[in-house]
């Protein structure tokens, strides 16, 4: 807790100072924000049809970023935007005898990390480049159209088939109908900033034909940060993604599609494949309050567990109390199960995405 304060404090001074420096020289603006993600539900979870951990009643803060913008000027700006990793908050159930019980979850303190950390030139709308810890080109570009991050993450980042953030040179832009984005990265993602032998690419190519219809497709190369002299990679990870999506007139409708070759197998001698599809929607029913749902379906381990299924779907209402406050109302299913083993996960409650 004493770390969590000394960091609140040196972020806040540091933001003071560098505003008051701003505002001093008049180089460039700086600019506060926040971003959390709330929930208040029940969460029933079974193995094999006993219950079993996480099960209950309770209230998570899922995440809360914090951030700071310096502009030097129209082309150069620096971005810091930490991440409080906070753990759960108490949760009540009931043993397996029936009895009422609570828990505070397994993490004792609050960490905080370093989410995005870099250095950005801006030198056109078709060429911007980021050096430091940045948006990589896909799973960000997916969540924008998508559009309910704080409900869940989309396909890729909560099967954890991709970093949705890392450390390298990251360059992106768009032309007339066309996106795209680039990045050379350590691999390990921004929890794991340090150097394996060599560096990973992910790359991304938008069009959008007509307005409110984007297609996409993208892919990833490397060895995810794990291959060094004292444990060397036995393969290179890859992954193929695919998005379209219409977005217009407050109905969004979206698929997205992915196919991985090795990424839970880096290290081991036996390779392995995954792939997986997604389906989304939202519809605006007012300027303030709107329907949503998704389906996800996946084959983690196709080689090493064929019979391994991952299914997950969610239905919800979703509005907006004030333009930095939106919440939500949902339920949400995710079986994981194969030949041996089914683990599935039920959660209704309310979601809350807080911004300033």
């Known amino acids: 807790m004493l770390s969590l304060k000394r960091s609140l404090l040196a972020l806040s001074v540091g933001a003071a100072l560098a505003a008051s420096a701003a505002r001093a020289d008049g180089t460039g603006d700086t600019t506060l924000s926040g971003l959390m993600f709330v929930d208040m539900t029940d969460i029933q979870t079974q193995k094999n049809g006993a219950d079993v951990d996480p099960d209950g009643f309770g209230l998570d803060v899922k995440r809360f970023y914090f951030g700071v913008n310096h502009a030097f000027d129209e082309t150069w700006s620096a971005t810091l935007i930490t991440d409080f990793d906070l753990p759960k908050l108490s949760v009540s159930g009931k043993d397996s005898t029936g009895a009422t019980v609570s828990s505070t979850g397994t993490a004792s303190e609050t960490q905080v990390f370093i989410k995005k950390a870099y250095l950005q030139g801006h030198f056109s709308d078709a060429a911007t480049l980021r050096v430091g810890s940045a948006d990589m080109p896909w799973i960000p570009f997916v969540e924008n159209i998508y559009g309910y991050r704080f409900v869940e993450k989309t396909l890729l980042d909560r099967l954890k088939f991709g970093n949705t953030v890392d450390w390298g040179a990251h360059g992106f832009g768009r032309s007339g109908g066309v996106n795209y984005a680039a990045s050379l990265v350590n691999g390990g993602g921004f929890k794991n900033p340090g ?127 004030s333009p930095n406050l939106t919440w939500a109302l949902a339920y949400k299913s995710d079986k994981l199960a194969d030949n041996a083993t089914e683990l599935k996960t039920q959660e209704f409650g309310v979601w809350a995405q807080i911004k300033f």
């Open 195 to 321: 150097r394996s032998k060599g560096m990973d690419v992910e790359a991304r190519l938008g069009f959008m034909p007509v307005d409110g219809l984007t297609l996409a497709m993208g892919g990833y190369s490397g060895k995810l940060g794990q291959d060094t002299d004292a444990v060397p990679a036995q393969h290179t990870a890859s992954r193929v993604d695919a998005m379209a999506a219409w977005k217009a007139s407050g109905l969004t409708v979206g698929g997205e599609y992915f196919s991985a070759d090795n990424y839970t197998t880096v290290l081991s001698a036996a390779p392995d494949k995954a792939d997986g599809w997604s389906l989304f929607g939202s519809y605006d029913l007012t300027s303030d309050h709107s329907v949503f749902a998704r389906y996800d379906r996946a084959k983690t381990s196709k080689d090493l567990n064929p019979s391994l299924t991952d299914t997950y779907y969610h239905a919800g209402f979703a509005w907006r109390s």
